[in-house]
């Protein structure tokens, strides 16, 4: 982190911390210049988040946040609420700590009793001193402390005290059993693996150096229970030595015993074999004495390809999609909700929360010029999401569309993606989350809103796809396109709607066609074969000019070169003598021409994609 934000009304303290941080630590410290809060907290927060927002968001990803308001200890976890708390405060730093959760937030407490383990709490007069390593060990991007948990708890406990708004069941907790760490020296890929373990509901720690491996995983009187790792087998940390080769497992886990304990270890590796046959065989021994414990381990080989395959590959699609439809069953319409609570809607100020979130997001979306940067709009969409909980449709679509477009940005820009993209359990999940959505709009036009929802989201992906060169997931998304309408058309009412249906038998053979040019080929093999035979065994007649034997008919064999003939030719080689000739003709001739010209093309976008 290199940047600080003291946020403070003057105050000497806040004013000799900022001197004495950029004198010591030699970081940028900005002053942000805030009025007593109290009162109206709407107009503080908007002041606070515009002055906020003309920073980039990478320098907004590497900050630390000090709101300089006296704090007491002892009731710093009950103020954290922006709902219903009665402590303007408490209401404002909650707030901001759901707005912006890249930063990491420092609340500074002015009364000390004993020993102070809160890891967003400092005492004051601490603070420049714990800075330098709250600098070097912190990242709250994927909440690895359960700051934003917490404050979601308490919204959720309000909601049951006053017993108002239990709507708000479906806002995500990630408690402090389901905790996991992104241990690579890579940051892309640190980025991605802990973004992955965060959609699945862990809070997940960042390590990219040896001193935040320690500070994790190191020796503590207090050990936090890691629950699943992403880990490149073969780290070497900038900040690291020689001395102990942590490719070396046993080794790695003696020296930091917090692996010890955890439950899934999946190993992100390119797998080459320029280690020692030693060093091998004792790691996979170490491996299987695991199987006793009940401890489950996988190993995905770089390059990846992409999110869901590699969660598929380091066995966690299944978990994954369970927890997705937790979210889904949670964010449920109530029947019984008093309509007087809003409790059909997401709650004023957490849309505004996200509403900055999104801003941020899509800022970032057309910014970014690394993988950390679209792995960091995706979380923050995905904040957004999650505060909404589907609940107000349209915000809830401009944040779903923003994660899922961001995510494909991301895969598309990082080479630690293999160049085949898992794309359809990505449209499995946008389809899914559309249903979702779809079940807060009216019932008449609920199922043409997903439809359309989808449409939109899809097609924008598939621009993803078409910018990077990803032609086979474009073709994926554009075959998806197509069926989406195909199910818009039965949707339609009218003489529109009847005509749209008898048509849709062709619309699908033509998009199926499209989809995969084996189908192609099967087809212009299939159909002169069948009309040939066809034609056989109608006896149809043409003109036969022979001198030998002007009566003779068409064997089997006849009849098909000829239909080969009408079908690529399009036109009969003889004049056909009799009806049944005459309408087999006609369906060859026509037959013939929509296929070879949807194929020619067919082979033209191939060619000038590939």
């Known amino acids: 982190m290199d940047n600080v934000f003291v946020l403070s009304e003057s105050s000497p303290y806040a004013a000799g911390l900022k001197r004495n941080l950029e004198w010591k630590h030699k970081v940028e410290v900005s002053w942000i210049d805030i009025p007593r809060i109290e009162g109206d907290v709407l107009n503080i927060f908007s002041k606070i988040s515009n002055s906020l927002d003309k920073y980039s ?8 946040g000090i709101i300089d308001e006296p704090f007491n200890e002892q009731t710093i976890e009950d103020k954290m609420e922006p709902l219903f708390s009665d402590d303007p405060f408490g209401r404002i730093a909650s707030m901001l700590v759901l707005a912006y959760p890249e930063i990491f937030w420092i609340f500074p407490i002015y009364y000390k009793s004993g020993e102070q383990n809160r890891p967003h709490t400092y005492y004051w007069l601490d603070i420049e001193n714990k800075i330098g390593e709250i600098m070097a060990e912190s990242s709250s991007i ?3 402390y359960g700051l934003r948990s917490h404050i979601r708890k308490r919204i959720k406990h309000y909601c049951n005290l006053y017993a108002q708004a239990r709507y708000l069941r479906y806002l995500r907790e990630r408690s402090e059993s389901r905790l996991s760490g992104a241990i690579d020296e890579e940051e892309p890929y640190a980025f991605l693996h802990g973004y992955l373990a965060y959609k699945m509901g862990y809070r997940s720690f960042l390590v990219t150096t040896k001193s935040m491996m320690g500070h994790v995983f190191g020796e503590k009187k ?7 790792t992403f880990e490149d087998m073969f780290l070497n940390f900038p900040d690291g030595t020689r001395e102990t080769p942590l490719s070396d497992l046993e080794e790695r886990d003696s020296k930091y015993p917090g692996f010890r304990n955890v439950d899934n270890r999946i190993f992100v590796t390119v797998g080459h074999d320029h280690i020692p046959e030693e060093r091998r065989l004792k790691n996979r021994s170490y491996i299987k004495t695991w199987k006793y414990l009940k401890r489950k381990t996988r190993t995905v080989y770089k390059p990846s390809g992409g999110m869901y395959n590699l969660l598929e590959k380091g066995g966690l699609i299944k978990e994954y999609w369970r927890s997705r439809k937790e979210d889904w069953l949670a964010a449920m319409p109530e029947s019984d909700v008093d309509e007087t609570t809003g409790g059909h809607s997401a709650p004023g100020r957490l849309l505004l929360i996200a509403e900055k979130l999104i801003d941020r997001a899509e800022k970032i979306f057309y910014e970014a010029k690394k993988v950390q940067d679209c792995i960091h709009g995706a979380t923050l969409a995905l904040e957004a999401q999650e505060l909404l909980g589907y609940r107000t449709p349209t915000t809830s679509l401009e944040a779903i569309a923003l994660k899922h477009k961001l995510e494909v940005k991301a895969e598309c820009m990082f080479y630690g993606v293999e160049y085949n993209i898992d794309v359809n359990n990505r449209l499995k999940e946008i389809k899914y989350e559309m249903d979702a959505i779809s ?9 043409r809103a ?3 929802a989808q449409k939109m989201i899809t097609t924008e992906v598939m621009r993803i796809f078409n910018e990077h060169g990803q032609f086979e997931e474009e073709q ?12 818009w058309s039965l949707l339609q009412p009218g003489l529109i709607g009847i005509l749209l249906y008898i048509a849709l038998p062709f619309r699908y053979y033509f998009d199926a066609l499209v989809s995969k040019l084996r189908y192609f080929v099967f087809a212009l093999l299939g159909w002169p074969l069948f009309f040939g035979v066809l034609s056989w065994k109608l006896g149809s007649n043409y003109e036969i000019i022979s001198l030998k034997n002007i009566e003779k008919s068409f064997s089997l064999f006849d009849h098909i070169i000829n239909s080969f003939f009408t079908f690529y030719g399009l036109q009969p080689v003889k004049f056909p003598a009799n009806p049944a000739a005459q309408i087999l003709s006609l369906a060859m001739v026509m037959g013939g021409f929509l296929h070879l010209g949807i194929f020619i093309s067919y082979l033209y976008t191939l060619m000038t994609r590939k």
């Not at 968001?57 to 630390?64: A, D, E, F, T, V």
């Not at 207090?222 to 699943?228: F, G, M, V």
């Not at 994926?476 to 199910?487: D, E, H, I, P, T």
């Open 142 to 144: 994927f909440d690895d």
């Open 476 to 487: 994926v998304c554009l075959q998806n396109v197509r069926s989406l309408n195909r199910k």
């Open 450 to 452: 997903a439809l359309n």
């Open 57 to 64: 968001p990478n320098i907004l990803r590497n900050s630390i």
């Open 439 to 447: 079940r807060w709009f009216n019932p008449t036009i609920k199922r």
């Open 222 to 228: 207090e050990r936090r229970k890691i629950s699943l």
